[in-house]
């Protein structure tokens, strides 16, 4: 399990940004509100850049 | 709240059909070419192992693309986001239309390439790179096209086409993933090569489900809604996000290190849990919201997680039996 907690990659940290900001922006969307939703897609995007470039 | 119909459900099958044998030709084609350069014969053996995939998801597709063609429905089509698009009589009746000669093409290049497969197994050798990957383009164009917008340069044709081709890179390669896993479960010679792919799929899965967000960024002013829904599905996004994030690279990682060191049974049982949670929660959520794109349910966001982790148990038990089966004897190697 040690193995699992090990070496965190940038584009890990990207999608589990996305990830968390997706989940976290469904009260504002029901509010209207978009932005931070925009901002998690945004990361997934530089999440997957980077995942190609191996980072 | 259960909104499923018939021509719906069919609906949904050619979709599911299209990404599974769309898939496995992609990566048949990707394993045949790698055996000619290589020379490795694992990669031969893994491109066969894909035929079988192959078939289960050809059957699918041809047997709901005739019912569908001949019953034919214009149901609401969903993006992952909830976001709804209602394609036109007109738009599904191109589809079907320009979609008759390709799956004409599909079917027949379908059976040669099983035919060749069980009865003429070095000419097969030979051209399976050619064959899947003919088989992958046309899959591929029968998915951009199963919808067919007045306009091609429209931004609604381009949802169409990326939203429908996308499930052939991330649903369809979660399930080949999931399939060649437990295919070579006791052929451990194999391990080493299938699980140093793994990375690459997992790669084609996130820029698939990159393709889809695009897809929907296209129509989104025109078609959002927000609903229970909606707002399940995306919550479904998030965990599939979170859960590759969190565990599918190192799961990767750790898999491709045991197979090189040949010493599985080291693998801690906790671990090995992991690994089945996370695989279980990867395919029945990616099976969910392909599934969610097709019908309009009235459910409450909490049915939804219901029937989601009740979903979830059942894959993580018929992983476990699957994995008891496949353990079973001695490895073949």
Redesign the interface.
């Given at each position: 399990?040690k193995?699992?907690m090990?070496?965190i990659?940038l584009s890990?940290?990207f999608?589990?940004a996305?990830?968390?900001g997706?989940?976290f922006s469904?009260p504002w969307?029901?509010g209207g509100g978009f932005s931070v939703w925009a901002v998690a897609?945004a990361a997934?995007?530089a999440?997957?850049i980077l995942?190609?470039f191996k980072k | 709240m259960l909104g499923i119909t018939y021509p719906e459900l069919t609906r949904f099958l050619i979709q599911f059909g299209i990404a599974v044998s769309g898939a496995a030709s992609l990566w048949g084609c990707v394993f045949a070419l790698k055996s000619r350069k290589s020379g490795e014969v694992i990669y031969e053996n893994l491109s066969s192992l894909l035929m079988w995939l192959f078939i289960a998801g050809f059957l699918i597709f041809t047997f709901n693309w005739w019912i569908g063609s001949l019953f034919l429905f214009v149901p609401d089509i969903f993006a992952h986001e909830g976001i709804v698009v209602r394609p036109s009589v007109d738009a599904v009746l191109r589809g079907f239309e320009l979609n008759m000669p390709l799956v004409t093409l599909i079917m027949l290049l379908g059976i040669l390439n099983i035919h060749w497969f069980f009865y003429y197994k070095e000419l097969w050798k030979k051209y399976a790179s050619v064959l899947w990957g003919a088989q992958f383009l046309l899959f591929s164009a029968v998915a951009a096209l199963s919808a067919a917008a007045p306009d091609f340069l429209s931004r609604l044709q381009m949802f169409f086409t990326l939203h429908n081709w996308h499930s052939i890179l991330t649903l369809g390669s979660v399930i080949t993933v999931d399939y060649l896993f437990l295919a070579t479960f006791r052929l451990h010679s194999h391990k080493k090569f299938l699980y140093a792919f793994f990375p690459i799929i997992s790669?084609f899965i996130?820029?698939g489900?990159?393709i889809d967000?695009l897809s929907n960024f296209l129509i989104f002013e025109d078609a959002f809604r927000?609903d229970d829904q909606f707002?399940f599905i995306?919550?479904i996004?998030?965990?599939?996000?979170?859960n590759?994030?969190?565990?599918s690279?190192?799961?990767n990682?750790?898999l491709i290190?045991f197979a090189e060191l040949a010493k599985r049974e080291l693998i801690?049982p906790?671990?090995k849990k992991?690994i089945a949670v996370s695989g279980s929660v990867s395919i029945v959520s990616w099976l969910t919201i392909t599934f969610m794109d097709f019908f309009e349910f009235s459910a409450k966001y909490w049915q939804f997680w219901g029937v989601y982790l009740l979903a979830v148990v059942t894959a993580y038990t018929i992983h476990g039996i699957l994995e008891s089966f496949f353990a079973n004897g001695e490895p073949a190697h």
């Amino acid at each position: 399990m040690k193995e699992l907690m090990a070496k965190i990659k940038l584009s890990e940290i990207f999608f589990l940004a996305s990830g968390l900001g997706i989940l976290f922006s469904l009260p504002w969307l029901e509010g209207g509100g978009f932005s931070v939703w925009a901002v998690a897609k945004a990361a997934y995007f530089a999440g997957v850049i980077l995942l190609i470039f191996k980072k | 709240m259960l909104g499923i119909t018939y021509p719906e459900l069919t609906r949904f099958l050619i979709q599911f059909g299209i990404a599974v044998s769309g898939a496995a030709s992609l990566w048949g084609c990707v394993f045949a070419l790698k055996s000619r350069k290589s020379g490795e014969v694992i990669y031969e053996n893994l491109s066969s192992l894909l035929m079988w995939l192959f078939i289960a998801g050809f059957l699918i597709f041809t047997f709901n693309w005739w019912i569908g063609s001949l019953f034919l429905f214009v149901p609401d089509i969903f993006a992952h986001e909830g976001i709804v698009v209602r394609p036109s009589v007109d738009a599904v009746l191109r589809g079907f239309e320009l979609n008759m000669p390709l799956v004409t093409l599909i079917m027949l290049l379908g059976i040669l390439n099983i035919h060749w497969f069980f009865y003429y197994k070095e000419l097969w050798k030979k051209y399976a790179s050619v064959l899947w990957g003919a088989q992958f383009l046309l899959f591929s164009a029968v998915a951009a096209l199963s919808a067919a917008a007045p306009d091609f340069l429209s931004r609604l044709q381009m949802f169409f086409t990326l939203h429908n081709w996308h499930s052939i890179l991330t649903l369809g390669s979660v399930i080949t993933v999931d399939y060649l896993f437990l295919a070579t479960f006791r052929l451990h010679s194999h391990k080493k090569f299938l699980y140093a792919f793994f990375p690459i799929i997992s790669l084609f899965i996130w820029i698939g489900l990159g393709i889809d967000f695009l897809s929907n960024f296209l129509i989104f002013e025109d078609a959002f809604r927000l609903d229970d829904q909606f707002l399940f599905i995306q919550t479904i996004v998030a965990i599939i996000i979170i859960n590759g994030a969190i565990l599918s690279g190192r799961i990767n990682e750790l898999l491709i290190n045991f197979a090189e060191l040949a010493k599985r049974e080291l693998i801690d049982p906790l671990l090995k849990k992991v690994i089945a949670v996370s695989g279980s929660v990867s395919i029945v959520s990616w099976l969910t919201i392909t599934f969610m794109d097709f019908f309009e349910f009235s459910a409450k966001y909490w049915q939804f997680w219901g029937v989601y982790l009740l979903a979830v148990v059942t894959a993580y038990t018929i992983h476990g039996i699957l994995e008891s089966f496949f353990a079973n004897g001695e490895p073949a190697h």
